[in-house]
């Protein structure tokens, strides 16, 4: 008796990923056959489910129990068996074979039955493989045989796998067209080497009595692309794409592969692109690298993102960057509308996040019509805040460089651009909850300042005061909730009664500068009034206004204010205008239905009242401004210029 010398059970458990499935069944097997030199592979695929039809169409999908793999290779010969019973074996490494890929069987199903018939030796062989395989337990017996055939049946699925009373149900749908689609994608590398060598191999799936096939027909006819990358030591190491563009209406796929075999998408590695409407292409990256860091179900990579160490000496954003490179090449040669695509993704994201336009890669212009919006996006956002600890790490130095101080202008100016695109995305907020409706009031509050604060003044850093006003941006200090409260109550104003909840005042006081220094000190304050209250009368609306009054001199006076302006946010109809221009406030000019102001010569204090529409359209006219000015010199034009001349050329 002579056993496997290695544990068979401990490979399959601890070696073996639990993620395989049956296709990776199909895989191996079928790959076995192949590196067995077959060219007609028959897989036949059985199960145990009752079809439930209705109308003569399936309703209730049949899953896969049992594989049967018959092929005309070489068989299971004496240098072949003695190859499948060591573990690891060095035996045809050359064609990417690792040693392991039938302990992959074990993993699904229990039961696994060779019959290899040899016509050299008119013998037939039939052994079973499981975790007790006993390497002289092989039967042979002497036949006619007329031409070689191998064949592997697969049966009873491990529980963790199929299990009926767990209620465990891992079993693949038995689509045949499915199936040969996910064969073939995988293969599709293997298959086109063995065809380059004048191989060709048909590949058969049958279930019952229905069939298909891959045949020579359906491997595409790659073109060669050879590059190198260098790795952190310098060494270099030769990649190979094997690609098709095609102006014809179909599906892209990029896959890297190890061992003729594809392994994982080029998305699954955040390399995420696409070709345009009307092309089709495919793109099969290999390398001996990957062959040597592919694991042992060849359904991933030994290779770290962004890091290297001393066995993985390049890194995912190392062969990326490379292939970017190569395959912006090809999209240009092969799609005559590159520029044009790669201008209108730039002009996306420049709507989007023009502050990071200056920021692209190079190498993602030339290719932006065809990668991933947000890989763009997110490269460029690492190279802005890169930017950003550059700038603060040489601050306070005595000299600057050109280039240092080159980029601390670029900086600061793609800052201002974000704080302006930050005005965009409240300005559209606010336009759309006024469109739909929606109780405005608290939000627009919260905008100048947060509710429920308890200390006596705060700093808030940034504010929205620029909605009003952009001379009140640097206004970065404010009284707390409790602060006005407190005032409030205080004044004992007669007149004050609060007939609903919606008549107490919510106000936001601002300062120009930390309130304990009170000399020269600059105000604003915001009233929020409920808008289109339609039960409330101009009168009562009026008398609020009257209130406010009484509110800014009160503050004034306590909080020793120099210069104030006050702000009423309301919804002015045409009766309350009539009362605003009768008591001297005066219309100014704005977008949308005017502003009313009145300046308070014995206060010292301005006041204006003015509609949420008003307050949001002033603001994005104003913000319009800014807006066509980096638009006009931003990074976006000069691409945009440059196509431009690209297109006028080639004419």
Avoid at 47 to 62: A, I
Avoid at 458 to 463: D, R
Avoid at 589 to 601: L, N, W
């Amino acid at each position: 008796m002579s056993q496997m010398l290695t544990d068979i059970s401990r490979i399959v458990n601890e070696d073996i990923s639990n993620r395989i499935n049956q296709y990776d069944v199909l895989y191996e097997a079928i790959i076995n056959s192949i590196h067995a030199n077959a060219t007609e592979i028959v897989c036949e695929l059985g199960s145990f489910d009752n079809p439930q039809k209705e109308e003569g169409k399936e309703v209730l999908p049949r899953k896969l129990d049992t594989i049967k793999i018959t092929d005309n290779g070489d068989g299971l010969d004496e240098l072949n068996y003695k190859s499948f019973c060591e573990y690891r074996t060095g035996f045809k490494k050359e064609l990417g074979c690792k040693g392991v890929g039938r302990f992959v069987f074990l993993k699904v199903y229990k039961n696994v039955k060779y019959h290899s018939f040899l016509s050299a030796k008119n013998e037939k062989r039939t052994f079973a493989f499981n975790f007790d395989f006993d390497t002289d337990n092989i039967k042979i017996d002497n036949e006619e045989v007329p031409s070689n055939q191998t064949t592997i049946e697969l049966s009873v699925l491990n529980s963790s796998y199929f299990n009926s009373e767990r209620h465990i149900d891992r079993r693949i749908l038995l689509r045949l067209e499915k199936i040969k689609n996910k064969v073939l994608l995988n293969l599709i590398p293997t298959l086109f080497f063995y065809r380059k060598k004048g191989v060709d191999i048909d590949i058969i799936f049958k279930d019952g009595e229905s069939e298909v096939s891959i045949t020579k027909n359906d491997i595409p006819g790659f073109l060669e692309k050879p590059f190198e990358i260098k790795d952190r030591d310098g060494k270099k190491f030769k990649f190979f794409l094997h690609y098709q563009i095609e102006k014809e209406k179909g599906q892209f796929k990029a896959y890297y592969c190890a061992a003729n075999r594809t392994v994982c998408e080029f998305s699954d590695k955040d390399f995420k692109m696409s070709l345009p409407y009307g092309y089709s292409g495919f793109f099969l990256l290999e390398s001996k690298y990957l062959d040597t860091h592919v694991n042992n179900e060849r359904n991933d990579f030994d290779i770290f993102p962004i890091k290297t160490d001393l066995f993985s000496t390049i890194s995912w954003e190392m062969i990326n960057s490379k292939l970017q490179e190569e395959i912006t090449g090809l999209v240009k040669e092969g799609i005559p509308e590159t520029q044009k695509l790669n201008s209108a993704k730039i002009q996306e994201i420049q709507e989007e996040r023009p502050y990071l336009v200056g920021y692209i890669n190079e190498t993602d212009i030339e290719m932006a019509g065809f990668i991933d919006k947000k890989q763009i996006i997110d490269k460029a956002k690492k190279r802005f805040d890169s930017a950003k600890e550059n700038v603060l790490s040489n601050s306070g130095k005595d000299v600057y460089s050109d280039y240092e101080l080159q980029e601390a202008i670029q900086l600061t100016q793609n800052e201002l651009v974000s704080y302006i695109y930050d005005r965009v995305q409240v300005i559209e907020r606010l336009k759309t909850m006024l469109k739909n409706k929606e109780q405005v009031e608290s939000v627009i509050h919260n905008l100048f300042m947060q509710q429920h604060t308890d200390d006596d003044y705060f700093c808030i850093g940034k504010n929205n005061l620029w909605l009003l006003d952009d001379r009140f941006t640097s206004y970065s200090y404010a009284a707390s909730d409790k602060r006005i409260k407190d005032i409030i109550s205080s004044l004992q104003l007669e007149g004050d009664e609060i007939d609903n909840e919606g008549d107490k005042p919510d106000l936001a006081l601002f300062f120009s500068q930390n309130p304990d220094n009170s000399e020269s000190l600059k105000s604003v304050l915001v009233e929020i009034k409920p808008f289109s209250d339609k039960s409330k009368s101009d009168r009562k609306k009026f008398q609020g206004i009257q209130q406010l009054v009484d509110y800014v001199e009160a503050f004034k006076v306590k909080e020793k204010i120099d210069e104030i302006w006050a702000f009423l946010i309301t919804d002015v109809d045409e009766k309350l205008a009539s009362r605003l221009r009768k008591d001297d406030y005066t219309p100014l000019f704005s977008t949308k239905a005017p502003i009313y102001h009145r300046f308070f010569k014995e206060l010292g204090m301005s006041i204006y009242v003015i509609g949420a529409e008003t307050l949001i359209s002033d603001a994005e006219s104003k913000n319009k401004v800014f807006l066509d000015i980096i638009r006009k010199q931003s990074r976006l034009a000069q691409i945009i210029e440059d196509v431009s001349v690209e297109l006028n050329a080639s004419k």
